[in-house]
């Protein structure tokens, strides 16, 4: 089906012909239409028009309403103000462009103009490490960001750039080899069979490196075989690598039992660490260095930048490789960035990264810039994210000052939001697999709204009480709006939702439907500017514009058969656009709650 062309276009193509046709010597002058609280729609180009022409910008306004096609699209235009055109479009506009969304699975929105294809780095979790709350972001931000990008049309590689490597795997190596019966399971993404779960996985990486520790901290010949396995390792001994790679396979088993929580998906082919990078390190430093991005100083190689000082006014280098031979992270993301544009095609580098992070991705795409990898052609952005905060306004820790386990705040999640489908589970007619299952998805929904909502950069407190809540900017009160909806389309019978533009539209019902048609809109500026906390923005509007359109507009009991059919037809719409703006951040939306 062709792209529904929305109703802000098809507003902005009719005040544009009538510029043309008033004012000619005005060339293709731009309406710059926006909603208005005083209309559907204000256009406000006349004013700047009217600067370039040395003109009365009201005169002016009101050669152009002369020009305007009246009738089937726009009901009445006035100028308003200094030269504002206040615009309000007739309802059978309104509900013939909605018809059109409605027939589509795509709710008529259109694939992006020139899509390309983008690596997102995304879930950045650490080998042999339990995933904290400081995880979360990077792996809700990352995902909404794929999905979104997907639906747009453009072809979407996912990496997970695990931290798999450096000088803790010799110790930890060196005391599995010593004690070989730690790891004695399976380890695969295919686990279910052995029994072992993430947490037990978990529980054996997390002993295991404390007791490597312990021995690495007190028996210095210890110590000295750890030094020589990392040596090994580095070295591609195969020995070394196949217990490096128990590691690997064992984190795997817990990693992807926490995003399972998370309701995500993760596959092995998307998991690149930092390991995948380490036989073209010495090329990218080699590179850098015949060409003179990259110097010599102090027996280091560095990149310097003129706006990159230190407190003692002197520049600070980013380190590619350093004085002992050793390779900073900034040779491994160098090389990841020609590894993704070189080989996988990439048109896009979107890295969800800690805003902490800002000034060395600053220097790393800098330095790709001048080394030539990244041009006009292919981009980088960090989508940087702020810290998740407690009710305190200080860092999310628990009481004990450490940091909070993902997993752990999941499960409170999940357990809290249970609770609160438990109370309303008699009056839905829940089974108790179904208040277990539809607690699941509205804690992690809870979780993931409660991030997604907020811009990313900013911090945002965890507080599970509001997350949950049914009232307020949540995502309980989207998915009991598109709950309630679906209660009402069944309650409807044989009845079915029908388009009838022939009909007059109440205030709340053109207030949903301009609001509903908005959708394709909001998703092309999301993907554009990497910010889903607008997704977020425009749902929650929706719901609210739903629910006063359930106060003021009686469904099942409007005044006439057609008037039923149109409203049903409006709540089956909100429920779609609701139900597939919530996938595309990774919530779901249960039909009974």
């Not at 909404?144 to 453009?154: H, K, N, P, S």
């Not at 070295?235 to 399972?260: C, H, P």
């Not at 999640?413 to 839905?428: D, G, I, L, S």
Request: charged share 25%; proline share 3%.
């Amino acid at each position: 089906m062709a792209p529904v062309s929305s109703l802000a276009s098809t507003v902005d193509q009719r005040i544009a012909d009538a510029l043309s046709a008033a004012l000619p010597e005005a060339g293709s002058a731009v309406p710059l239409l926006r909603r208005s609280d005083r209309a559907d729609f204000q256009a406000n180009g006349i004013l700047a028009l009217a600067k370039q022409l040395k003109g009365n910008p009201r005169e002016l306004a009101a050669q152009v309403v002369s020009k305007v096609a009246a009738g089937d699209v726009i009901k009445e235009i006035e100028v308003s103000g200094p030269g504002f055109l206040n615009i309000t479009l007739t309802d059978q506009v309104i509900i013939e462009t909605l018809a059109a969304r409605a027939a589509d699975t795509r709710l008529g929105v259109p694939y992006a103009e020139q899509p390309g294809t983008t690596v997102i780095d995304y879930a950045q979790p650490n080998v042999a490490k339990e995933m904290h709350v400081g995880h979360l972001r990077s792996a809700v931000i990352g995902a909404a960001m794929v999905e979104i990008l997907e639906f747009t049309g453009e072809k979407v590689i996912r990496r997970h750039h695990i931290g798999d490597w450096g000088t803790q795997f010799g110790m930890l190596i060196q005391y599995l080899i010593e004690h070989p019966h730690e790891l004695d399971h399976k380890s695969s993404r295919d686990n279910q069979s052995t029994g072992v779960d993430g947490e037990t996985a978990m529980s054996n990486l997390d002993r295991l490196y404390k007791a490597s520790r312990a021995l690495f901290d007190s028996d210095e010949e210890f110590k000295a075989r750890s030094r020589d396995r990392v040596v090994a390792l580095q070295a591609g001994d195969e020995e070394t690598l196949a217990f490096w790679q128990r590691f690997v396979d064992e984190s795997k088993i817990y990693f992807y039992s926490v995003f399972d929580k998370l309701d995500m998906e993760i596959h092995d082919a998307d998991i690149v660490g930092e390991s995948g990078y380490n036989h073209m390190l010495e090329e990218t430093c080699r590179i850098l260095e015949e060409t003179g991005v990259a110097v010599r100083s102090e027996g280091a190689l560095c990149v310097f930048f003129d706006d990159v000082k230190g407190p003692d006014g002197k520049q600070v280098p980013l380190i590619v490789k350093k004085s002992n031979g050793g390779y900073g992270y900034a040779a491994t993301d160098l090389s990841a960035i020609r590894d993704r544009v070189r080989n996988l095609d990439a048109t896009a580098l979107l890295y969800v990264v800690d805003v902490r992070q800002s000034l060395h991705f600053k220097m790393v795409f800098e330095t790709a810039r001048r080394a030539g990898w990244l041009d006009d052609r292919v981009h980088a952005f960090q989508l940087a994210f702020g810290t998740v905060l407690g009710k305190d306004g200080k860092p999310f820790k628990t009481r004990a000052g450490e940091t909070v386990r993902l997993q752990d705040l999941l499960d409170e999640a999940v357990e809290r939001a249970t609770a609160v489908v438990r109370e309303k589970a008699e009056k839905a007619g829940l089974s108790e697999p179904e208040i277990v299952e539809n607690g699941r998805y509205v804690g992690i929904g809870a979780v993931k709204y409660a991030d997604l909502s907020t811009s990313a950069v900013r911090d945002y407190k965890f507080d599970l009480d509001q997350m949950v809540s049914l009232n307020g900017d949540t995502s309980v009160y989207l998915q009991y709006a598109y709950a309630r909806i679906k209660s009402i389309l069944r309650k409807a019978g044989d009845t079915g939702p029908a388009a009838h533009p022939e009909l007059e539209l109440a205030p709340a019902e053109r207030a949903l439907g301009l609001h509903v048609d908005e959708f394709g809109q909001v998703l092309a500026e999301v993907a554009s500017s990497y910010e889903p906390h607008k997704l977020a923005a425009y749902l929650y509007q929706l719901a609210s514009h739903f629910t006063t359109f359930y106060d003021q507009c009686p469904v099942l009991k409007a005044d006439t058969p057609a008037q039923v059919e149109n409203r049903l037809f409006l709540c089956d719409l909100t429920a779609r656009t609701l139900q597939q703006g919530l996938a595309l951040l990774g919530i779901r939306a249960p039909e009974r709650l």
